[in-house]
């Protein structure tokens, strides 16, 4: 089983552009965002992934992703999915040997910036960089599939 163990924050300032070590688009939808699962399409650069999640339990979920052509996925984004699809620009900060991923939402969601980090155990310690503020791992107001609901205070 494909297992995702992530801890995610707000982040506080803009300094992490400087510490960017690459940034990217993304375009991502749902097809199914219930709190037991979520299905989600997502286009990043010139790939496509299909990617189902199963419910967070503290900070631990199950997770499979695989690629998918391109076309279909931009098929899913403009015909199944739920709308509105969420986009944003990925910036990856690599801070004391780990990585970052640091997302700058657009549209409705602009002035929401949010870092995550991807780690291989809950009890696994790391350095906070600069730019990071409040805790909001277990906040599901911050979860992507539940931003467009309108709950999060920007």
């Not at 924050?9 to 709190?35: P, W």
């Not at 503290?58 to 931009?74: F, M, V």
Request: glycine share 6%; aromatic share 10%; hydrophobic share 35%.
């Amino acid at each position: 089983m494909g297992k995702e163990i992530e801890h995610k924050y707000l982040v506080t300032d803009s300094s992490f552009i400087n510490m960017a070590s690459s940034h990217c688009e993304i375009k991502q939808g749902y097809l199914c965002r219930e709190k037991e699962r979520t299905v989600r399409i997502r286009l990043q650069d010139d790939k496509a992934m299909l990617t189902i999640k199963g419910e967070t339990r503290c900070d631990t979920r199950a997770e499979y992703e695989y690629p998918i052509p391109l076309a279909d996925a931009e098929m899913l984004l403009d015909t199944l999915c739920l709308k509105p699809v969420i986009e944003k620009v990925r910036y990856i900060v690599y801070y004391c040997g780990n990585k970052w991923e640091i997302d700058v939402f657009k549209g409705r969601l602009e002035g929401l910036v949010v870092a995550e980090i991807e780690i291989p155990a809950s009890d696994y310690r790391y350095d906070i960089p600069p730019f990071i503020g409040k805790n909001v791992t277990n906040d599901a107001r911050y979860y992507n599939s539940n931003l467009l609901q309108g709950t999060i205070p920007l």
